[in-house]
């Protein structure tokens, strides 16, 4: 690891710093595949690819698949030289300097954050639509106790242990993938396979301007692998573990897309898509029309325990960067304590467990559920999406720093930059102006704004900054 001792102060053998070497290879993954909640992309998620790509949808999978994996070959490398808690805001900061990191890290906090509260919305708005394809109708304030419940999963698991709650992680997203691919199969017995789906032969005109937002969209559904990077600290031989973990995630993950992709779209119909999007859960009504209520059942589970895992996965993220942060002087130092027992970051997961539960509640209270989970999207798009931006250009002066920068890493760095500017722009000019997207945006804009006065009045009270 680069960084001198002056920028990231911590010490490897003090009882209050993490749990070195508890994380194995297969957590890793774990962290990566429940990061990108599976289920809960594949039966819900990928709807929005859908309502531009529509029976293209395969293709656009495709096409942000092989992107993902570009980028993951750019945190694998990263990983290499750099390993901390921090994740990306240390990617950053060894990269562009600690007040570049800071800012970024800033942002990359919040999208943590918006994260969990989507996550919250995820199930307590798409689950009452899941039970009501089973017949069963729920009451209209049903969303805030399955928020409450999925809040407080995600923070007590993460508050026990890294270990602990990456075991209920890896075990969970195991069963997510092996019922998603066996729903896949089940509805490919049943109804071939189409070639053309995986062409621009379905896709509304401009072709290819839909299907590219569509690949944009997926790229987003992929959102959480790249939280891999924030174990450096507690994973064995992490410079291995990581890069091999992210790219194992990320296929994994990808294979089950592309697998459901094409078997939503030829189970739902090639000319039917105009309306595979309009539903809420087109994925639940698939189960019920090729497996039956049995099936049914079984991915309305799914659907629960995707948001249960990836509240962990994104508890486990969020309280490492705001640790890091804290230990680094950027955040209050009260942010950086360790639970003695746990070795966990337990202020730092309980800090995020009252901001993401309260904010939810109270702005659901006031705008609706529905209104605050697309505001949020919006919101944890922009912090997600810079924060990868500019990873990827604190590469090339890591590698350069150490000797190692070669034209193919800038290559790289620039067709990865491309895309990831495309996602925004598509994110962008698709998005319907309206006052819950103007709050998603607002509230990032707030946001950043808090952190650069937040930030100067750090820089000035805190001396060794």
């Known amino acids: 690891m680069s960084q001198k001792p002056s920028d990231f102060p911590f010490d490897n053998s003090s009882k209050k710093g993490l749990a070195r070497n508890s994380v194995h290879y297969r957590e890793v993954v774990a962290q990566g595949v429940g990061g990108a909640a599976p289920a809960m992309a594949s039966l819900v998620t990928l709807t929005g690819a859908a309502a531009y790509a529509y029976a293209s949808l395969p293709l656009a999978v495709i096409l942000a698949t092989l992107a993902v994996l570009l980028d993951a070959t750019r945190l694998s490398i990263t990983s290499r030289y750099v390993q901390s808690a921090g994740g990306i805001y240390a990617f950053i900061s060894e990269g562009l300097g600690k007040w570049v990191g800071y800012f970024i890290g800033w942002a990359y906090v919040l999208y943590a954050l918006t994260a969990l509260v989507f996550i919250y919305l995820s199930v307590g708005v798409f689950l009452p639509a899941a039970l009501q394809v089973l017949g069963v109708n729920t009451p209209n304030w049903i969303w805030a106790p399955i928020v409450i419940i999925v809040a407080l999963f995600g923070g007590i698991l993460s508050y026990l242990g890294?270990?602990?709650?990456?075991?209920?992680?890896?075990?969970?997203?195991?069963?997510?993938?092996?019922?998603?691919?066996?729903?896949?199969?089940?509805?490919?017995?049943?109804?071939?396979?189409?070639?053309?789906?995986?062409?621009?032969?379905?896709?509304?005109?401009?072709?290819?301007?839909?299907?590219?937002?569509?690949?944009?969209?997926?790229?987003?559904?992929f959102a959480g692998y790249e939280t891999t990077s924030v174990l450096g600290e507690e994973a064995v031989d992490p410079k291995n573990t990581i890069s091999k973990g992210v790219f194992t995630s990320v296929l994994l993950v990808g294979i089950t897309y592309l697998l459901a992709s094409e078997a939503f779209t030829v189970g739902w119909g090639v000319n039917n898509m105009s309306t595979f999007f309009?539903?809420?859960?087109?994925?639940?009504v698939l189960g019920m029309k090729y497996g039956g209520l049995a099936l049914a059942l079984i991915l309305t589970v799914l659907l629960i325990n995707s948001g249960l895992t990836d509240s962990v996965t994104f508890f486990n993220t969020v309280s490492r960067v705001v640790f890091a942060m804290a230990r680094d002087g950027v955040l209050d130092k009260r942010l950086e304590g360790i639970h003695d027992k746990n070795r966990t970051p337990h202020i730092a997961v309980l800090f995020s467990l009252i901001f993401s539960l309260v904010y939810t509640l109270v702005f659901s209270d006031f705008l609706g559920p529905a209104n605050v989970f697309l505001a949020v999207g919006i919101t944890t798009t922009f912090g997600f999406l810079i924060a990868l931006f500019t990873a990827n250009i604190s590469l090339l002066f890591i590698l350069k720093r150490n000797s190692d920068l070669k034209l193919w890493n800038i290559i790289l760095t620039v067709i990865i930059n491309a895309i990831?500017?495309?996602?925004?722009?598509?994110?962008?000019?698709?998005?319907?102006i309206n006052p819950y997207v103007l709050i998603g945006v607002l509230t990032f804009v707030v946001w950043m704004i808090i952190g650069a006065f937040y930030g100067i009045l750090r820089k000035n009270s805190v001396k060794h900054l």
């Open 278 to 284: 309009t539903n809420l859960v087109p994925g639940i």
């Open 162 to 221: 890294i270990r602990p709650s990456l075991k209920f992680t890896l075990t969970m997203s195991i069963i997510e993938i092996l019922f998603i691919i066996g729903t896949s199969v089940l509805i490919l017995t049943k109804v071939p396979p189409d070639p053309k789906t995986f062409t621009l032969a379905y896709a509304p005109p401009p072709a290819v301007f839909n299907v590219g937002v569509g690949m944009a969209f997926v790229f987003l559904a």
């Open 420 to 432: 990831i500017g495309f996602v925004i722009f598509a994110n962008i000019v698709t998005t319907s």
